[in-house]
């Protein structure tokens, strides 16, 4: 009996290890790509998301795009809009191959709640059918989601479930290669580099948008389809980026240090910083229609 006990509490401590990778970058990477894209948005697009944001977000979008990792245990349908598996060492994303959930339900995964908060959210503002979406978890579903999809491991290999079930030693810290991606690298930048300053750190990666990356914005926004918002080329840059950068070297049980952070570091900030431009020239594309139809 009291090894049975044993067993369960094992189990359990396995399942909880697990959890907390599946949920996408930590609070500290979300509220970066969140307050990046809050000041990149228009007139319209940020009085729009402030008229939406709930009232614990006090009119800042970043204080609440943590919001679908913190329900996730209420609204468990929403569980598998976090990531996309691919298959093992193909290295490459198809809407149609990998876009359901373990059961196989077709467009739930993280492009397919892309797809589906930006449509209601562009479909129902202003209009008398909002009571049909909720636009408040719309927009915070949305912000988060976009951060999400830009961590490479959220578009990780199905077999070890982007990096969850890779145990990893950082610096001297037992944890997953996934949460080396969603909050090591970041937490060790903060403090190495940022006085443990977040805002620091947004600071220098919005600097290095208006300066190194300023040629490249136009491209990031790209998006030619009528849909709004273009999240397919996303999630094949992160499958892309985790084969050639967050899965080599990473063996099971490997030590990863200084060489591994100082290397994967500008691909994180640089992830963050396309994440913020690409949720805010949605967030943009999404409000102007409003306006438009407003006026009309
Ligand atoms: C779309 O949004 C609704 C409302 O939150 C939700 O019930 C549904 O599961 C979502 N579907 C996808 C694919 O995101
Ligand atoms: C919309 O969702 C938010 C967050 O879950 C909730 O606080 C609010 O009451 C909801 N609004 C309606 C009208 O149900
Ligand atoms: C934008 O995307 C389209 C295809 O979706 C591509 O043909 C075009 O070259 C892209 N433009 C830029 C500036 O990246
Ligand atoms: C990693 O370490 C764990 C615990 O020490 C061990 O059970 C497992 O077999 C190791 N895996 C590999 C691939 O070395
Ligand atoms: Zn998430």
């Given at each position: 009996m009291i090894q049975f006990n044993f067993f369960s509490l094992g189990t359990a401590f396995v399942i909880l290890q697990l959890l907390p990778g599946v949920v996408g970058w930590g609070k500290e990477g979300h509220y970066a790509v969140c307050k990046i894209a809050e000041g990149l948005l228009t007139e319209d697009a940020?009085?729009?998301?402030?008229?939406?944001?709930?009232?614990?977000?006090?009119?800042?979008?970043?204080?609440?795009?943590?919001?679908?990792?913190?329900?996730?245990?209420?609204?468990?349908?929403?569980?598998?809009?976090?990531?996309?598996?691919?298959?093992?060492?193909?290295?490459?994303?198809?809407?149609?191959?990998?876009?359901?959930?373990?059961?196989?339900?077709?467009?739930?995964?993280?492009?397919?709640?892309?797809?589906?908060?930006?449509?209601?959210?562009?479909?129902?503002?202003?209009?008398?059918?909002?009571?049909?979406?909720?636009?408040?978890?719309?927009?915070?579903?949305?912000?988060?989601?976009?951060?999400?999809?830009?961590?490479?491991?959220?578009?990780?290999?199905?077999?070890?479930?982007?990096?969850?079930?890779?145990?990893?030693?950082?610096?001297?810290?037992?944890?997953?290669?996934?949460?080396?991606?969603?909050?090591?690298?970041?937490?060790?930048?903060?403090k190495n580099f940022y006085s443990s300053d977040l805002a620091i750190m947004i600071e220098a990666v919005n600097k290095k948008i208006t300066d190194t990356w300023s040629e490249d914005i136009s491209s990031w926004e790209n998006c030619t389809s009528i849909n709004t918002v273009c999240p397919d080329p996303f999630a094949s840059e992160s499958i892309d980026l985790a084969c050639k950068y967050a899965y080599p070297g990473a063996t099971p049980n490997s030590t990863l240090s200084d060489e591994y952070f100082l290397s994967r570091l500008p691909i994180v900030e640089k992830r963050l910083a396309q994440g913020g431009v690409r949720l805010a020239s949605t967030l943009n594309r999404i409000f102007k229609t409003e306006m438009l139809i407003s006026e009309a």
């Open positions: 940020a009085a729009a998301v402030k008229n939406l944001l709930p009232e614990i977000a006090k009119g800042e979008l970043a204080a609440v795009c943590s919001w679908p990792d913190e329900i996730r245990g209420l609204y468990r349908w929403s569980a598998e809009l976090h990531f996309i598996d691919t298959p093992d060492f193909l290295c490459n994303y198809e809407y149609c191959r990998d876009c359901h959930d373990s059961g196989g339900n077709k467009d739930r995964c993280v492009v397919g709640g892309i797809n589906n908060y930006t449509m209601q959210l562009h479909k129902f503002q202003g209009s008398a059918s909002e009571w049909k979406y909720n636009l408040t978890e719309a927009l915070m579903f949305l912000s988060h989601f976009i951060g999400d999809i830009h961590q490479p491991l959220h578009a990780g290999f199905l077999g070890d479930l982007g990096g969850n079930t890779i145990p990893i030693h950082w610096f001297g810290m037992r944890t997953n290669l996934h949460r080396v991606w969603d909050n090591m690298i970041i937490e060790t930048a903060m």
